[in-house]
């Protein structure tokens, strides 16, 4: 079956490390998003990607970093210059900008 | 930027219709509304979008006023894995189409 998978569901990470989220999708989509989701709040963007080899920083890009070196592969790494990262992390793709976005389900990760 | 306000939550009874409003007076003509639905822990699932006219899918219907400044996602009959938090997006032509998305409506189903 088609979709999109993120890995892991659960991540812990102490303080000053960072860490890498991974997303995988199989969709043969151009387009890839990374969002942020702070309990009882909306999504916000913190990267997308159009197309492999180029990516855009979203609304809250400090302290993460990005690569799209395949298509399929789109990982999100959250650095220890980021001040606050315990938070829902949410990959998403799709075939063009404004088209109907897949989500995966998603890596709750905690600071300890 | 467009922004769309939604009820912080509402409850339907099981197998009724639900009426989810959502306006959203700064968008432009070009700009799409979608609507997606999260339940707990999930991620976001698709539900529909429109640009100008009604919209139908087997999931829901999408009605859009004709001044585009408020629409109404219809499911038109409730069951308890419709309860979810629903998301009235627009999806901004100038802004190369991303998703706005705010806090969105919980929808409390009861049985």
């Known amino acids: ?69 395949k298509k399929e592969s789109f990982p999100l790494t959250v650095t220890s210059a980021q001040k606050n990262p315990t938070a ?11 088209t109907e976005a897949f989500f995966g389900q998603g890596t709750r990760l905690t600071v300890v | 930027d467009a ?45 529909i979008h429109g640009l100008t006219s009604n919209v139908n899918n087997r999931m829901a219907s999408l009605a859009i006023a004709e001044d585009r400044k408020s629409s109404t996602l219809i499911l038109h009959r409730a069951t308890l894995r419709d309860a979810a938090v629903y998301y009235c997006i627009p999806s901004l032509m100038d802004s190369n189409y991303q998703l706005i998305w705010g806090a969105g409506t919980k929808l409390i189903i009861k049985p």
Not at chain 1, 16 to 39: F, I, K
Not at chain 2, 21 to 35: E, K, L, M, Q, R
């Open chain 2, 3 to 47: 922004k769309t306000t939604q009820p912080n939550s509402m409850e339907s009874n099981e197998e009724e219709p639900v009426h989810l409003p959502c306006n959203h007076s700064t968008i432009s003509g070009t700009d799409y509304i979608h609507w997606y639905r999260q339940l707990p822990s999930q991620g976001p699932e698709y539900v």
């Open chain 1, 88 to 98: 829902f992390y949410l990959c998403a793709s799709s075939s063009d900008r404004g």
């Open chain 1, 1 to 69: 079956d088609g979709g999109i998978t993120q890995s892991p569901k659960y991540l812990f990470r102490k303080e000053g490390q960072n860490v890498t989220l991974s997303c995988e999708q199989n969709l043969n989509h151009d387009a890839m998003y990374w969002y942020r989701q702070d309990p009882g709040q909306g999504l916000r963007l913190i990267y997308y990607s159009q197309i492999v080899n180029d990516f855009q920083k979203g609304d809250i890009a400090e302290g993460y970093s990005v690569s799209r070196e």
